[in-house]
C-alpha cells in the first residue's frame, strides 16, 4: 500500500513538472517567435477604398438645326471608386496595385488596373495605364469642369444635317483636336509596361528632371489575347520628360513626349505595312508666382489618316486659400485627309473659351463652375450641307467630392 502510494505521487510530480517544463518551452518559444527577426517582417498588403464623384448642372444655348435642338438643362455625373493597396518589402521595394471601378458607365466598367514597384530606381508600372507620354505632360489649369481631354464635347453636341453631312469632332479624347493630353491612336489605357527614373539634378524633393518610358503590345484594355500584328497596329512605344523647380513662391514646369507605332498592319499581299507609323508629340510649360499659374501646351498627331490634328492650349488661373478661378483657351485643326482622300467634312477645327472657377466647402468637397463657348467649324461643305457651323455657349455648376 505504502509503496503504490509512492509510485502514484512520483507520478503525479512527475505530470506536473512535465505540464511546467511544456509551459515554459512554450513560453521561451513564443519570446523568441517575437524577438528573432522574422524571415518575412514585411506585411502583407492591405486594400483602402478611395475615389470621387462629380455632379453637374448646367444650361446649354445652342441653335436648332434641320429639328435638332440641344439646348436646355442637362445633368452629367462622373464617378470612379478606387482599390488601392501598398506594401513595403525587407528589402526596401514597394509593391502596390490600384484597380479603378467606373461608377457612372455602362461600356468599359473597369478604367485603370495596374501594378506598380517603388523603390531607389524609380518606378515601374505594369497593367492599364496612361503613359508616360501622357502622364508627364504640363498644361494650364481649369478649375472647372475641364477643357483639355475631351471634356467639352459632353456640352457641345455636333449635328447631323438633313444629307447626313455633319462637323466630325472625332480625335478629341487623347487626341490634338480636343487635349495635348495625347498618345498615339489615342490608345489610352491600354496595356502596357512603363519606367520612371527618379527625379534628378537640382537641389530640393521632388524638384529636378525625370524620364518615363513606356512599351505596349497593341492598343486594346483589358485583353489576355495575343495581337495579330498582321492586322492591327502594334508594339507602341512612347517616352516623355519633364523638369520642375519651386525656389520660395516661383515655380516653373516643362515637358516634353513623344509617341509612335513601331509596326503598323498588313494590307497587302506581299506583308508590306499598309501605312506609315502614326506618331505623337506633346510639350509644355507652366508657370507659377504665388497664387498665379499660367501656361501653355501644344500636341501633335502625324501619319493618323482623317485624325492627323494638332491642338494649343493656353490659360491663366489664381487659387489662394481653398477657392480659385481660371481662364483657358483651346484651338485645335485637323485637316481630314485620309490616305489622299479628303472625305467632306472630315476637315474642322475647334474653338473653346471657359472662365471658371472653385470653392473648397470642407475637406475633400469643392463646388466649381465654368462659364463657356465652344464652336466647331469645317470648310468641306458640299452644297448641300446646312452644318458647316456648330457652337454652343454653356454655364455649368458643380460639386466635385474626392474620398
Known amino acids: 500500500m505504502h509503496n503504490n502510494m509512492v509510485v502514484i505521487l512520483a507520478q503525479k510530480r512527475r505530470n506536473y513538472m512535465k505540464k511546467i517544463l511544456l509551459g515554459s518551452t512554450a513560453i521561451v518559444a513564443a519570446g523568441m517567435i517575437v524577438s528573432a527577426p522574422s524571415a518575412i517582417a514585411a506585411e502583407k498588403l492591405k486594400l483602402s477604398v478611395g475615389g470621387y464623384m462629380e455632379q453637374w448642372f448646367g444650361y446649354v444655348s445652342a441653335d436648332d438645326v434641320d429639328g435638332q435642338d440641344y439646348g436646355g438643362f442637362d445633368i452629367k455625373s462622373d464617378a470612379?471608386?478606387?482599390f488601392k493597396g501598398k506594401t513595403k518589402l525587407d528589402n526596401g521595394i514597394s509593391v502596390g496595385v490600384n484597380?479603378?471601378?467606373?461608377?457612372?458607365?455602362?461600356g468599359d466598367q473597369i478604367d485603370e488596373a495596374y501594378m506598380h514597384i517603388d523603390g531607389g530606381f524609380g518606378q515601374i508600372i505594369i497593367g492599364d495605364e496612361n503613359s508616360a507620354q501622357y502622364k508627364m505632360h504640363y498644361a494650364p489649369s481649369d478649375y472647372g469642369i475641364g477643357m483639355n481631354s475631351g471634356d467639352v464635347t459632353a456640352w457641345n453636341k455636333t449635328i447631323t444635317d438633313a444629307s447626313g453631312d455633319k462637323i466630325n469632332n472625332g480625335a478629341s479624347y487623347r487626341a490634338p483636336f480636343g487635349a495635348t493630353y495625347i498618345e498615339p491612336d489615342a490608345v489610352n489605357d491600354s496595356t502596357k509596361i512603363s519606367y520612371f527614373t527618379p527625379r534628378f539634378g537640382f537641389v530640393g524633393n521632388g524638384n529636378g528632371f525625370q524620364l518615363g518610358f513606356s512599351y505596349a503590345p497593341d492598343g486594346t484594355q483589358d485583353s489576355n489575347s495575343l495581337p495579330n500584328r498582321d492586322a492591327v497596329n502594334s508594339d507602341y512605344v512612347m517616352v516623355g520628360a519633364n523638369f520642375k523647380q519651386k525656389m520660395g513662391d516661383v515655380s516653373v514646369g516643362i515637358s516634353g513626349g513623344y509617341g509612335t507605332v513601331t509596326d503598323t498592319a498588313e494590307a497587302t499581299a506581299d506583308g508590306e505595312d499598309s501605312k506609315d507609323e502614326p506618331e505623337s508629340m506633346n510639350f509644355g510649360i507652366k508657370l507659377g508666382l504665388g497664387g498665379l499659374s499660367g501656361g501653355v501646351s501644344y500636341a501633335n498627331f502625324s501619319d493618323h489618316g482623317d485624325k492627323d490634328a494638332e491642338g494649343i492650349n493656353a490659360g491663366i488661373a489664381y487659387a489662394q486659400d481653398g477657392w480659385g478661378i481660371?481662364?483657358?483657351?483651346?484651338?485645335?485643326?485637323?485637316?481630314?485627309?485620309?490616305?489622299?482622300?479628303?472625305?467632306?467634312n472630315n476637315q474642322a477645327e475647334s474653338d473653346v473659351i471657359h472662365l471658371s472657377g472653385k470653392y473648397a466647402l470642407g475637406p475633400g468637397v469643392t463646388f466649381a463652375g465654368t462659364l463657356g463657348h465652344s464652336e466647331y467649324t469645317s470648310k468641306d461643305v458640299d452644297l448641300d450641307n446646312t452644318v458647316d457651323e456648330v457652337s454652343a455657349t454653356y454655364l455649368v455648376m458643380g460639386l466635385k467630392v474626392g474620398f
Do not use: M, R, T
Not at 326 to 344: C, M, Q, R, T, W
Open 326 to 344: 481660371s481662364l483657358a483657351y483651346f484651338h485645335g485643326e485637323k485637316d481630314g485627309d485620309n490616305g489622299g482622300v479628303a472625305p467632306i
Open 99 to 106: 484597380v479603378q471601378l467606373e461608377a457612372s458607365q455602362n
Open 80 to 82: 470612379e471608386i478606387f
